[in-house]
T-cell receptor, first 118, second 115 residues
Framework: AQKVTQAQTEISVVEKEDVTLDCVYE???????LFWYKQPPSGELVFLIR??????QNEISGRYSWNFQKSTSSFNFTITASQVVDSAVYFC???????????????FGAGTRLFVKA | EAGVAQSPRYKIIEKRQSVAFWCNPI?????LYWYQQILGQGPKLLIQ????????DSQLPKDRFSAERLKGVDSTLKIQPAKLEDSAVYLC?????????????FGAGTRLSVL
């Protein structure tokens, strides 16, 4: 069975602080994909990043960075110098093989709500 | 490029009533998903279409929920009759055909309250 765990339910930081959102996953697949999505108050999930299981290079995009470690089955997300506009719910997701019918199926973690205070 | 369109944005009904949600995916996207997001939880897949065929409906409560994607474009999700526990946000997403884990593009969702 596949599983995504985001142990942090809520995090509150003051603007300009760095914050790391944790994501731990479980899968028996050798080929899988990991994602982060942002859900602002408007409601729609916005794609942030996708990594495949063969690419463990960390990635940086502006103030965002991601640390993928297969050895610990983790895909953590760091926001540097947080801003009020970063306030949202962040979801980690895993896309792995679908049982019985083939193809890929995506499951989401429960999300981490980030509050950035001015 | 227009995003995923959903309507209505909000719906309030009483239990045992029926309700329908509509979704228009991004043009050219072969795959369409309906998710249920209960407050405080991550989205849970209800049904996934590829073109107008069902790929996965294993978590769709088929005694009360139904969905269709006629002509492989827009889609409707219906609940009949609704229960209190159906109160949630219903998200529609679409993605292009991909061999691996596809990036999904989401609509703003329909917030359903069942009283």
């Amino acid at each position: 069975a596949q599983k995504v765990t985001q142990a942090q339910t809520e995090i509150s930081v003051v603007e300009k602080e760095d914050v790391t959102l944790d994501c731990v996953y479980e899968t028996r697949d050798t080929t899988y994909y990991l994602f982060w999505y942002k859900q602002p108050p408007s409601g729609e999930l916005v794609f942030l990043i996708r990594r495949n299981s063969f690419d463990e290079q960390n990635e940086i995009s502006g103030r965002y960075s991601w640390n993928f470690q297969k050895s610990t089955s983790s895909f953590n997300f760091t926001i540097t110098a947080s801003q009020v506009v970063d306030s949202a719910v962040y979801f980690c997701a895993l896309s792995g093989s679908r049982e019985n019918t083939g193809g890929f199926k995506t499951i989401f973690g429960a999300g981490t709500r980030l509050f950035v205070k001015a | 490029e227009a995003g995923v369109a959903q309507s209505p944005r909000y719906k309030i009904i009483e239990k045992r009533q029926s309700v329908a949600f509509w979704c228009n995916p991004i043009s050219g996207h072969a795959t369409l998903y309906w998710y249920q997001q209960i407050l405080g939880q991550g989205p849970k897949l209800l049904i996934q279409f590829q073109n107008n065929g069902v790929v996965d409906d294993s978590q769709l409560p088929k005694d009360r929920f139904s969905a269709e994607r006629l002509k492989g474009v827009d889609s409707t999700l219906k609940i009949q009759p609704a229960k209190l526990e159906d109160s949630a946000v219903y998200l529609c997403a679409s993605s292009p055909l991909a061999s691996g884990g596809p990036i999904q593009y989401f609509g703003a969702g329909t917030r359903l309250s069942v009283l």
